[in-house]
């Protein structure tokens, strides 16, 4: 008997050999285990990162615990690949550009600063046939849309909608620019043509801004014009009110409005605008091309000073609610904005003098839904997910809906399609 040989020692058995492979099967197993359970995945940490960074506004739209929020990010980036992690935090797909590289200022903006480049001859040409245009409607729609086309493109204002908020949404400073810089050329081409479209946006060019000089083509254009050549809505009724109130005629302004609340809101100014645009588009304007071009009315849109939601405000005000009379009025009013707007201003204006009225919580959370809802799909138009073709299509359709239906029937509309929050 061997001295060396241990108890367990059989012959013939190459115990080396033996355990060199036991060693390998064990380290198998146990890399496959830790596989398994994500211990080699860093990308949540990388991915959750990057949706706190870039995305505060579907956080504000939508509100979600932090943990929930992380872990939702965490799933996400573990289906992801290390390479589609990176690649995700350095570019952004672009419909018809590719892959854009995101640099510090986000996926928005690289996106849309090289969409701005690359449309600018199709952009030049669509304003050269507006300027063309036989319409003073046409003509109009290009004086607004150079400065808000030329203008470096923005991040876009998120605006949070909460319980004490009152949810306005933020304006555009390129269109507010736009309408206050060319409001006396408005002027002047609708006291020529007078055509009612072009009146009706001249008349909220002249609103927004400061007030108009005196003697200007502005402070010649009558809120009595404007009815004459719209007089089935409420927009023009509601400006004569807030020119009656500037002349601080109480009795006049009241009867303005008493006219406006038996009148639906018409958008004339926004549907003469959106088809002069529509009448001039180039045909080989493609998806980049409407894309500038529905951001661009989108600024115009968020940029002009709508007369309901300015006149009601400045009529409600808690010290006025305290006239006798004055309440119930405020009342049908805000009711009128939130119930029957045409437009986001119109029921923030609304809900805004609500609160002012002291409408319980049930009832501004109710008036509150259409703009949650705009924030939430505000939200979904933004971020490394919203440049890619199938992405552009669903916006484009968007703003095919606000021009034919209205915005706020547009927002109901999408926002039906979204996941809840």
């Given at each position: ?204 060019a002249c609103a927004t801004g400061s007030p108009p000089a005196e003697g200007s083509a502005c402070q010649r254009l009558a809120a009595e014009d404007w009815i004459a050549a719209d007089p089935a809505h409420a927009e023009p009724w509601l400006r004569l009110a807030e020119q009656e109130q500037e002349h601080t ?173």
């Amino acid at each position: 008997m061997r001295i060396n040989r241990i108890w367990f020692d059989r012959p013939g058995v190459r115990w080396g050999r033996a355990l060199v492979i036991a060693a390998v099967v064990t380290a198998g197993v146990a890399l496959w285990i830790a596989d398994s359970r994500g211990l080699w995945n860093e990308g949540p940490a990388i991915e959750a990162d990057i949706v706190l960074a870039t995305a505060p506004a579907a956080s504000m739209a939508a509100p979600r615990s932090a943990p929930t929020a992380v872990s939702a990010a965490a799933e996400q980036a573990s289906a992801r690949s290390p390479i589609e992690t990176l690649r995700t935090a350095t570019d952004v797909r672009v419909c018809g550009l590719g892959s854009v590289p995101v640099g510090s200022d986000g996926p928005d903006l690289a996106a849309r600063r090289l969409r701005a480049e690359r449309t600018r001859p199709v952009m030049a040409r669509w304003l050269e046939a507006l300027q063309a245009s036989a319409e003073p409607r046409g003509k109009a729609a290009a004086l607004v849309l150079t400065p808000v086309l030329a203008a470096p493109p923005v991040a876009t204002a998120r605006t949070a909608c909460g319980a004490d908020t009152d949810c306005a949404p933020a304006p555009s400073l390129a269109g507010v620019v736009a309408w206050a810089s060319q409001r006396e050329r408005l002027a002047e081409l609708a006291a020529s043509g007078r055509d009612p479209g072009v009146l009706a946006m001249a008349m909220q060019a002249c609103a927004t801004g400061s007030p108009p000089a005196e003697g200007s083509a502005c402070q010649r254009l009558a809120a009595e014009d404007w009815i004459a050549a719209d007089p089935a809505h409420a927009e023009p009724w509601l400006r004569l009110a807030e020119q009656e109130q500037e002349h601080t005629d109480a009795e006049l302004a009241d009867e303005a409005f008493r006219r406006a609340l038996a009148l639906p809101f018409g958008r004339l100014a926004e549907q003469s605008l959106l088809g002069a645009v529509q009448a001039a588009q180039p045909a080989d304007a493609g998806v980049l091309e409407k894309l500038q071009m529905g951001e661009a009315l989108a600024a115009l849109r968020g940029g002009w000073r709508e007369p309901g939601g300015s006149a009601v405000s400045a009529y409600c005000t808690a010290q006025q609610l305290k006239l006798a009379g004055r309440r119930e009025l405020c009342q049908q009013l805000a009711e009128h904005l939130v119930l029957r707007g045409a437009t986001l201003q119109d029921v923030a204006s609304g809900r805004a003098v609500g609160r002012r009225l002291g409408w319980y919580p049930e009832r501004m959370a109710a008036a509150a839904r259409d703009l949650e809802a705009a924030a939430r799909l505000s939200a979904g138009f933004s971020g490394e997910e919203a440049h890619d073709c199938p992405a552009a299509q669903r916006q484009i359709d968007y703003y095919a809906a606000v021009a034919a239906q209205g915005e706020l029937a547009a927002v109901r509309r999408f926002a039906a399609s979204l996941p809840r929050p």
